[in-house]
Every structure is written in structure tokens, then in C-alpha cells.
């Protein structure tokens, strides 16, 4: 994961605290709501065998079949509950999961869905997001598990070592997820399965859940035939990389996007103790900032203005573009001032594998800028593309990109047009670079805010106007597990290394993938954009 660092004078702290705090867009209560099975509710597959008709026994043998599916998935109650009495389990759940929904993501198809899996599972395994904070969830559960397992419990234990997560929502819902599980710790934790019910999901369409079929254009249907489909899928998918630890731990957000919602406040440094305060937070995805973040953030303005027109994920989408042609930025150059390209506003660093900074170079026609961390960008897109061989030995670039090698890929877009070019079989954006580490300073005056997005979350940054500065860090934080299906198209260093044995020859010209024992194991996990650092008042080089 990457995180982020945010250092003030000390009579402007409560004002920038504020102003890059963290605040849900939907509050969140951290009070747990246990739901308890009626005595009478039945787990599923526990019914009464009677005389029916032919056509009902057909029917009964359809349910009969469903809830003994279900059985694998189901987790009894007294999991979840702590000193509630044992439950008798005549079977032990094979992929048992707890599933986590944003009720308001995307298409606002969260309620039917929540609606749907209550149906299908145990009520205490399915969490509504607005209700219920993840990371007091996992604590309480895992928690009453590890009580459990003590007292002797085998169906804990398995559960333990089985368990999956799902979490429904866009990106910004996953990637908080995602951080909360990384700050776990845990020694094997759960995969995560993603549900897509954003408006871009490049989590869900990187790693396969959004199927080829649907193009990454349509949400999924939230009735029981749907969902019956995705755990039948959940069962026989694969994990993702292995988990790295990381140096997070949860909070409650104060006003920036669900990615930055898993991280708390830094100990100073001694040189920032009488002068600034310290933040940090991560992203799985990608961060971006420019063009394509001022169009996102005008879109989830309106959107938590007027939810209810936003409820069709067509339709969704051509607000985005409706919201690109009144901002001017499929005529840029006309519309809008130099000093809304990315050269005007910031000085770019990356760090390689030499350790060392080198500034970027930044073409002064870039309005946005995208550290690309999976190969899917709005939507499915891939905004780096293939370069050639030739292009390759001329700029030092590793390919394919992997998401667990520790590399950014950074693009950049010059206009609206630019990034309607994604659409076309070999378009892309502008490669920059490809790095371990990423910075961003702000020129003084440039301007007084700057917009940026972190996996498909927007905000609006303040920037000073006086001498102060504003540094943004990106490095690599940790990986999580993630279950991915055949259609995955995010690929780690196992799968290049298994086409590299095959295809020896493809190989033979790669010369600069040698790295050192620690670099060769730290690539071996899939793994978020590391770390995020806000600086002001930096000390001239």
C-alpha cells in the first residue's frame, strides 16, 4: 500500500486537518448491530419432507439442491456473537464468506442486493457499510474466532483458516476494504472477492469478476440466479498473490476518499514536531490528478446532491462525458489556462531501482497524470497499453507491467480526446515512466487547489499561496490476497515466469530483470500504490 504524510505549520493545524481530514461521504456508524436467527429460522437445507405434487417435488428438489450449495458458504451465528452458546453444525462450510455492501454505490443496486444475500445466508454474515464499519467487524469477529479455537472449536478453526470476504461496491468501497484487511495482520488472512457496483469497478474487471461478457459496461443482477452464480464462481476461483504485512492501522475518516478511510495519523519526524502533523493513507489502484479527477469530482458532487438520478450506470456514464464537454476539456488548449497542465503545477520525482531521485519531465501539453498501479482504468480501459520492443530497450521498461513488481506505470492524457483514444484496440495515454517511488511538489501560487483521485474517489486539494509547499509521496506499503476467476487480466510474477519458461525465447533480451533477493520477494504480492505523503512548508533543496 502507499501512504500519505501531511506536514503544516503548527497555527494552521486544525485548518489543513480539516481541510485533508477524512470524512465519509456516507457517515458510518461504528456501533455493531448483531442480528440474531429466530428460533425458528432454519439454516439452509433443513426442511420437512411431505407428500406435493410432481411439480412441487421438482421445485422442492431445485431448493433442496440450492441450499445444499449454500451450506458451503453458510456461517453459523454464534461466530459472529461472543458468549452465545455453541451452535450443533452437521456440516462445515467449505468456502464460508462475510459479505460487505455499500447500500449507495454506483448504480444504488446495494439494497437489492443486501436484500438478496440476507435471503440466501445466515443475516449475521451480511454487513450493510452504512451501518456497520468494517474493521470494528473483523476485529470483533476474528476476535471471538481466535476465543473459540482456544476452547477447542474445529468448526472456528476451519472457518478461520477457509474464510472469504466479498465487499460490493466501486473501487473506493473495495479499496477500504482492502486497507482494513492489510492492517489486520493477521497470519493467513482472508481473500477478497469483489463485487462490482461502481461506475468504472477496475478492481473487479482487473482481477475477473467483471466479465468479459458484459464488456465492463453493466453491474451485475442483483436476484437470487446472480448471486447463486458469483459464490458458485467464489468456490472455484483462485487466490492472487501472498499478503505482506504493512504499517497501517484503522481509523475513522474525516473528509478525504474511502482509500485514505484505513490509516491514522503519523508519529512526527523530530525536525516536523513543533511545526506540522502527519497523515497517511493508500490506494490498490491508481491516484490521478488533473483533468480526470475535476470531471470525477463535479460527477460525485452531484451524485451526493441528487443520488436519485443516479441509479442507471449508462446513464451514469454519459453524465461523465456530458460533465467533460461543459468543462471544456475536449477543447483544452482554448478553455483552460496553462496553469491547469500537470508541468505549470507540480515538479515531478521518480525513484528507480538505482535509489536515486530524477526529476520527470513533464510534456507541457499533459492535463492529467495517472500512477497506474493494475492494468484497468476507467472501466476496463488500459491506459498504458503495449509498447514496443523497440521502445522498450529505448526507455528502460519492464513488461508486462505486474501488479505485485513494485512498479507504478505513469501516463499521461492531454485532453478528453486523448483519453477517448483508450477505446480504439491499441489506443493509450502518454507513458511517462515506470518507478518504485513517485513525487509530487506544488509550485507556490500556482494555483489554489488541485484535483485528485484515488481508485475512482475524488477530492479537492488545497494548495498554499504563500511560500509553503505541498508534497505528495507515493511508494509501495504492503499487498493483500485477492481471489481472481479465468478472466483475469491482472497478472504477478508467477504467471511471467511461467510464460517466460514456456517462451524462453521472448526472454532472452531482458537483461534488466535482475534484482536482488529482497526486490525478487517483494514481488511476489499483489500490492497497493505504497505511500502517500503530504508535506507543507518542505524545506528548499
Known sequence: ???????????????????????????????????????????????????????????????????????????????????????????????????????????????????????????????????????????????????????????????????????????????????????????????????????????????????????????????????????QSLAHCHENGKPKSSTCDPIAPLDLPHSLHAFHRVPNNPQDKEYSCTFRGGFWNYFSMGMDAQVSYAFHSERKLHPEKFKNQLSNQKTYLKLACTQGWFCASLCHPMSRNIAHLSKVKIMKKSGKWETLEIPQSIRSIVCLNLPSFSGGLNPWGTPSERKQRKRDLVMPPLVDDGLLEIVGFKDAWHGLVLLSPKGHGTRLAQAHRVQFKFHKGATDHAYMRLDGEPWNQPLPKDDGKVLVEISHAGQVKMLATKNCIAKGIHEALAMSTVHPESSSSSDDTDDDDDFAEERKNFGAALSFRYMDDVTKE
Open 1 to 231: 500500500m502507499r501512504h500519505l504524510r501531511i506536514c503544516r505549520p503548527q497555527t494552521k493545524r486544525c485548518q489543513w486537518r480539516h481541510a485533508v481530514g477524512v470524512n465519509f461521504r456516507h457517515q458510518l456508524s461504528a456501533n455493531m448491530h448483531v442480528r440474531f436467527l429466530d428460533s425458528e429460522q432454519k439454516p439452509p437445507g433443513q426442511y420437512f419432507t411431505r407428500n406435493y405434487p410432481a411439480k412441487a417435488q421438482d421445485s422442492m428438489k431445485n431448493n433442496l439442491v440450492k441450499n445444499n450449495m449454500l451450506k458451503e458458504f453458510y456461517i453459523p451465528t454464534y461466530i459472529f456473537v461472543p458468549e452465545s452458546p455453541v451452535e450443533k453444525v452437521s456440516q462445515i462450510p467449505s468456502c464460508p464468506v462475510i459479505v460487505f455492501i455499500n447500500t449507495k454505490s454506483g448504480g444504488q443496486l446495494g439494497h437489492d442486493l443486501i436484500v438478496t444475500y440476507r435471503k440466501l445466508l445466515n443475516n449475521s454474515q451480511v454487513f450493510d457499510l452504512l451501518e456497520e464499519a468494517p474493521d470494528k467487524v473483523l476485529h470483533k469477529l476474528y476476535g471471538n474466532m481466535e476465543r473459540l479455537m482456544r476452547d477447542g472449536d474445529t468448526v472456528a478453526a476451519e472457518i478461520h483458516r477457509r474464510l472469504r470476504l466479498i465487499v460490493a461496491g466501486g473501487d473506493g468501497t473495495a479499496g477500504w476494504l482492502l486497507g482494513v484487511v492489510s492492517d489486520l495482520k493477521l497470519v493467513h488472512p482472508p481473500p477478497v472477492a469483489t463485487i462490482p457496483l461502481g461506475t468504472g469497478n477496475n478492481l473487479p474487471y482487473s482481477f475477473g469478476w467483471k466479465t468479459n461478457e458484459m464488456q465492463g459496461k453493466r453491474n451485475p443482477g442483483t436476484d437470487e440466479k446472480s448471486v447463486l452464480s458469483f459464490l
